[in-house]
Every structure is written in C-alpha cells, then in structure tokens.
C-alpha cells in the first residue's frame, strides 16, 4: 500500500483557507445516533436496571438475569493483576507511579485570608477546597481496550480524594481484557461494571437501584458514548466530548525523518479521522520524511488505517521558518504539539495553544500517551485555546468562604445598597442596609 499525504507550502496563495478545510472536523452526531441515544437515556431514567441489563443484551451479547450479574467482584480484579506477565505489570505498575506522581502536584488546598482594607477589621475571605463525592469512569471495552485510559483517568481522581469511583467497561461476547482489569487494581477503582455505550452513561447519571448516581463522568467513548454525555451534562459535570486523536510537529530538518514518519503514524493509526501534520522549514528534509513515510507503512499493522488517515487529514507543510511556524501552531492548537528541535527552548515560550508539547528529539507523544506522567486526555479540535488536560483540578470544586465582621459590614453594605438599588433589586438593598449600625 502507497501512502498519500498532501504537500503544502504556507507561502502558497490560499493557504489559510486550505488550512482551515484540512483542520475542519464535523464533529455532529447524525439524526439517528441521536434518536438512538435519547431513546436510550429515556429508557434507563424510567426503568433503570432492567433497561441496562436489556440494552446490555442486545448490543453487547450478554444475556444476564440481572444487574447483579454485570458487577465484577474485587477478586477477579485482583487475579487479572496476579494472572499478569512480571514484564506487564512492572510497566503497568511503572507508569502508574509516574502517573500518580507528577498529578500529585496538582493538588489545590484551601486557602483564607483577613482583609487588611481600611473599615474591614475581622473580615475573613477564602476559598475551600472539596473533592467530588464520586465519579463515573468510561472505559471502552472489546477490540478498543485501553489500560492506559484506566490510569489516566482514574488516578487523578483518586489522588484528588474522591471517594468513590465507579467503572464501567463493555465486555462484548464476555470479552474482558486483563490488563484493564489488572489497571483497576492497581489504581484503586472502587466498582467496576461490564456495561457501556449509551446506557451506561444513563445509569451513571441518573442512578440506577445497582448503580448510585455519580457527580462526574469522564473517559472516551464512540460516537454514542459522546452524544450521551453531551445529553447528561448539567445533570452532572463531564469531562470533555473529545474529538479526533491530533498530532503537529515542528522540525527544523535537524531530526531523523523516520523518526518524525512514525511519529505522525502514531497518530494515524488511531483512527481514519485522525490528524497527523508536520511543519517543517527545511525542504530537502521533508522529501526525506515522504521517503520514510513510503518506505514504513507497508510495516505496519494498521497501515490501511495509517493511509486513509494521512491521505483525508494529514499534511507536510513547508514554512518560512519556526517563527511562523510558532504562528501556525497557535492557530491549529493542537491536541499533541512536538518539538524536535536542535535548539527547542527558546520556542516553547512562542507557543500558547496546546494540549501537551513534547520538547526535543526524544520526547515523543508516544511516551506521554502511557508513561511520561501527564495526563494523555488532552483537548481536540482547537479547544486547547481555551481548554487544558484533565487534571486533579477536574476532580476537585471550590467554594467561597465570605465571613463579614460587623465592622465589614458597614463599608460593604453601603456599596451593596447603592449597587442593588441601581439594579432595582430593593429587597436586595434591604437586606444589606439592615446590616448598617443605626439602620430602622
């Protein structure tokens, strides 16, 4: 198999346009996935187990009696850990160390402090610091197992302090995979169900008899999985609605180019939606990187995956220089940005949109997607602009802590009173005024 990758020029005229064509992404839902899936929330909100259990058997093949049925006992996530090669889980157990450790920077603490402005003697500001009570985990199951998904998603919340994390996971036909179980284990998940798509992202909104109703749910999911958060956001809180997996390197021809062919089929090999580009101010060595890219796919196990993806969404684009570059990066935002500069430094400054940068020649998106310590869910489709990785900060909500003294009150229920009545909110007025010393 050949593979097809555009070659674009940022000096060519339109350039722009063709750059915004080749990002767009239709992320809708069609009609029928979203009848589906409201039919489907419907379904588990008015019958709750027994909706799951028979959504369960019709799309995952698992005929069960009942709900009971589809919960995994701690044991068996214990024996998938023990049933585990030493090679498997002193890597599984290696990147759950790293993982747990750089998210435990993260962690917020309350905070308060005492107003020192003139009139404000005993008031007390500050902000509390709780974790979310519990959470839903999404895990996909089948042929899409992803342990790493598990760890990602799972530990940051568990370092957060939330007390109870539900997973659920489709076990198509009965089909479980052992790592996933085994990352479980390891991460401390507190109850696991073998249910997914759609209805399994009902019970966890709403609660089933079985399943308690979570605050949150996170991880990725199918086209249905997504529409069902999308519907159940506002109920409780969800993650992200992520898009296609999104790679961009930037290379100053100073790498080795079948490091860079790989590393944009890294990405391809996702998905045919997924998104692999190279800008790169060195002409000769983007012929070079064609030539790799020409030369590897026929190796690869999903090459025809690999090759539709490069051919609908992938791009080698000439730029000026890295300047420019930097200015093309910040416009895509994207999900995985790599750096394999010979001088990379002076540049992470220049970037302001990104999920994750990978800086300099070995630090491949690769790493980060298993074991670096950052968290692998990043955000997609340019919402890097204003979006960032999940976090222990996702698994953790503030709440103001306002103590007014009665000397505070003074000088705070004068404005609140001039402000309120402006808005012609007059019981709002009142109700500070009373407040003030010598107030009828």
């Given at each position: 198999m050949s593979a097809q990758i555009r070659?674009?020029?940022?000096?060519?005229?339109?350039?722009?346009?063709?750059?915004?064509?080749?990002?767009?992404?239709?992320?809708?839902?069609?009609?029928?996935?979203?009848?589906?899936?409201?039919?489907i929330l419907l379904a588990v909100r008015r019958d709750?187990?027994?909706?799951?259990?028979?959504?369960?058997?019709?799309?995952?093949?698992?005929?069960?009696?009942?709900?009971?049925?589809?919960?995994?006992?701690?044991?068996?996530?214990e024996a998938a850990l023990a049933g585990l090669s030493a090679e498997q889980r002193q890597a599984l157990e290696a990147a759950a160390e790293r993982v747990r450790s750089y998210h435990a920077r993260q962690v917020q603490e309350s905070w308060q402090y005492e107003d020192q402005a003139p009139g404000m003697s005993g008031t007390r500001l500050g902000q509390k610091v709780t974790p979310l009570d519990r959470v839903g985990l999404y895990v996909p199951g089948g042929r899409a197992s992803y342990p790493s998904s598990v760890l990602m998603n799972a530990i940051?919340?568990?370092?957060?302090?939330?007390?109870?994390?539900?997973?659920?996971?489709?076990?198509?036909?009965?089909?479980?995979?052992?790592?996933v179980l085994a990352a479980a284990a390891i991460t401390g998940v507190d109850r696991v169900f073998t249910i997914g798509g759609?209805?399994?992202?009902?019970?966890?909104?709403?609660?089933?008899?079985?399943?308690?109703?979570?605050?949150?749910?996170v991880g990725p999911g199918n086209a249905y999985v997504a529409s069902a958060k999308r519907?159940?956001?506002?109920?409780?809180?969800?993650?992200?609605?992520?898009?296609?997996?999104?790679?961009?390197?930037?290379?100053?021809?100073?790498?080795?180019?079948?490091?860079?062919?790989?590393?944009?089929?890294?990405?391809?090999?996702?998905?045919?939606?997924?998104?692999?580009?190279?800008?790169?101010?060195?002409?000769?060595?983007i012929a070079r990187?064609?030539?790799?890219?020409?030369?590897?796919?026929p190796e690869m196990p999903r090459r025809e995956t690999i090759a539709i993806s490069l051919k609908n969404r992938g791009a080698l684009v000439l730029v000026?220089?890295?300047?420019?570059?930097?200015?093309?990066?910040?416009?895509?935002?994207?999900?995985?940005?790599?750096?394999?500069?010979?001088?990379?430094?002076?540049?992470?400054?220049?970037?302001?949109?990104?999920?994750?940068?990978?800086?300099?020649?070995?630090?491949v998106e690769a790493l980060g997607d298993y074991c670096a310590?950052?968290?692998?869910?990043?955000?997609?489709?340019?919402?890097?602009?204003?979006?960032?990785?999940?976090?222990?900060?996702?698994?953790?909500?503030?709440?103001?802590l306002i103590e007014v003294s009665e000397a505070g009150a003074q000088t705070l229920g004068r404005v609140a009173s001039i402000l309120a009545h402006g808005e012609g909110l007059q019981a709002h007025a009142r109700s500070a005024e009373m407040r003030l010393i010598g107030h009828d």
């Open positions: 070659r674009l020029s940022s000096a060519d005229g339109g350039f722009a346009a063709t750059l915004d064509a080749l990002l767009a992404f239709d992320g809708s839902t069609d009609a029928a996935i979203e009848q589906a899936v409201a039919d709750g187990d027994q909706a799951v259990v028979d959504f369960t058997r019709r799309f995952d093949h698992l005929d069960v009696a009942d709900m009971a049925a589809l919960e995994l006992p701690r044991g068996e996530l940051p919340a568990k370092v957060a302090g939330v007390a109870e994390l539900i997973m659920v996971v489709p076990t198509p036909r009965g089909e479980k995979n052992p790592l759609a209805q399994a992202v009902a019970a966890l909104a709403y609660g089933t008899a079985t399943i308690p109703q979570v605050d949150k749910i519907r159940v956001f506002g109920t409780v809180g969800i993650d992200m609605v992520a898009g296609p997996s999104e790679v961009l390197i930037i290379s100053d021809g100073s790498g080795n180019p079948d490091w860079v062919a790989m590393d944009l089929f890294a990405q391809a090999e996702h998905d045919d939606l997924a998104q692999s580009i190279l800008l790169c101010t060195d002409e000769a060595f990187v064609e030539a790799s890219i020409a030369r590897l796919l000026r220089d890295l300047a420019e570059a930097c200015d093309i990066a910040n416009r895509i935002a994207p999900e995985h940005l790599e750096l394999p500069l010979a001088e990379p430094g002076p540049w992470v400054d220049r970037i302001r949109h990104a999920g994750a940068i990978f800086i300099g020649h070995h630090s310590g950052p968290n692998h869910v990043l955000p997609t489709m340019r919402s890097a602009r204003f979006s960032s990785p999940l976090g222990v900060y996702d698994f953790q909500k503030r709440t103001s």
